[in-house]
């Protein structure tokens, strides 16, 4: 089976793309991202656990089950991301920007969600037990089976969010 051309090209691409991440280039990457924004991004099931990637545009990149746990991640954009299943246990999400993104079944226990913006995310089953929330936004955010155990409603914003009926704050 012949190469094409174009898919060699594209692996090349995003393997520039990741090696940036893994050397935590974040100015770099930024730079890049901006030229290849038509470029899927794809880290599926990679492990990045500890990793410094504050500021990071990682808009409409695919993280589903990739570890992300205990990163610096915060004013990190996550935009049309896809994060489901990934592990992102004691991250820094402060200041972090997740709207319109899937992100089910995430292990988010004991994270900072300090100011993120979760506006029309989806959460559904994942985990926030313990998490550190304060003006952290879930407008129209779907809650539904996560488990908000630790959750002070004092300190969120949950306008049109969905969550189960038993659910309380």
Same mark, same amino acid.
């Given at each position: 089976?012949?190469?094409?051309?174009?898919?060699?090209r594209?692996?090349i691409?995003?393997g520039?793309?990741?090696?940036?991440?893994?050397?935590?280039k974040?100015?770099?990457?930024?730079?890049?991202?901006?030229?290849n924004?038509?470029?899927?991004?794809d880290?599926?099931?990679?492990?990045?656990?500890?990793?410094?990637? $504050?500021?990071?545009?990682?808009?409409?990149?695919?993280?589903?089950?990739?570890?992300?746990?205990y990163?610096?991640?915060?004013r990190t954009n %996550?935009?049309?991301?896809?994060?489901?299943f990934?592990n992102?246990?004691?991250?820094?999400? $402060?200041?972090a920007?997740?709207?319109?993104?899937?992100?089910?079944?995430?292990n988010?226990?004991? $994270?900072?969600?300090?100011?993120?913006? %979760?506006?029309y995310?989806?959460?559904?089953?994942?985990?926030?037990?313990?998490?550190?929330t $304060?003006?952290?936004?879930?407008?129209?955010?779907?809650l539904?089976?996560?488990?908000?155990?630790?959750?002070n409603?004092?300190t969120?914003y949950?306008k049109?969010a969905?969550?189960?009926?038993?659910?309380?704050?």
């Amino acid at each position: 089976m012949a190469i094409n051309y174009n898919n060699k090209r594209e692996r090349i691409i995003l393997g520039e793309g990741i090696k940036l991440l893994y050397e935590m280039k974040i100015q770099d990457f930024n730079h890049w991202r901006m030229k290849n924004l038509a470029v899927r991004l794809d880290i599926i099931g990679q492990d990045l656990s500890g990793k410094n990637l $504050s500021g990071a545009y990682l808009n409409g990149v695919s993280c589903v089950e990739t570890n992300l746990s205990y990163c610096n991640l915060s004013r990190t954009n %996550f935009v049309q991301a896809q994060l489901s299943f990934a592990n992102l246990e004691g991250a820094n999400l $402060s200041d972090a920007l997740f709207m319109f993104y899937e992100m089910k079944k995430c292990n988010l226990v004991n $994270s900072d969600l300090s100011r993120t913006n %979760f506006i029309y995310a989806n959460l559904e089953g994942s985990n926030i037990t313990n998490s550190k929330t $304060s003006e952290t936004i879930f407008v129209r955010a779907d809650l539904r089976d996560a488990n908000l155990t630790g959750m002070n409603k004092n300190t969120i914003y949950l306008k049109y969010a969905r969550l189960d009926r038993n659910d309380v704050l």
